[in-house]
């Protein structure tokens, strides 16, 4: 079972930056994929941005433009840099690793999530 430990939310105010951190206890480039995820107040879980094992990245539309996702091998950490930050992205952000696909959606399977790390923005 591995075990993953976000780091790096925070309160920050609106058009700021943040980076969030995923540390693994497994080597990371043996997952199929990693990915974040957030759930806000009184929303479901969701897919933020993934990585694959051959480095791909894709963004949900939320982020694409303000988040970059991004890994360090050596380090077995992943990271999610954000910036131009909404209230609207005021969330628990989750790391997750991906055990496979979902092929209808090609998303991640998620195989193990993180604790999660609070991230509140301020308007």
């Known amino acids: 079972q591995v075990q993953l430990v976000e780091s790096g939310g925070g309160l920050v105010q609106a058009g700021g930056s ?19 995820y957030r759930q806000g107040p009184g929303k479901q879980r969701e897919l933020v941005a993934f990585i694959t094992h051959g480095g ?7 982020g694409k433009g303000r988040f970059t996702i991004s890994r360090d091998n050596a380090k077995n950490t992943m990271y ?8 609207e992205d005021t969330a628990v952000y989750y790391c997750a690793t991906s055990k496979g696909w979902d092929w209808g959606t ?17 308007s």
């Open 80 to 87: 999610l840099q954000m910036s131009s930050l909404t209230p």
């Open 18 to 36: 943040l980076r969030l951190s995923c540390a693994s206890s497994r080597t990371i480039t043996s997952f199929a994929a990693m990915a974040w």
């Open 56 to 62: 791909s990245t894709n963004y949900a539309d939320s």
């Open 106 to 122: 090609i998303t991640p399977l998620i195989g193990s999530w993180g604790q999660g790390t609070q991230v509140t923005v301020s």
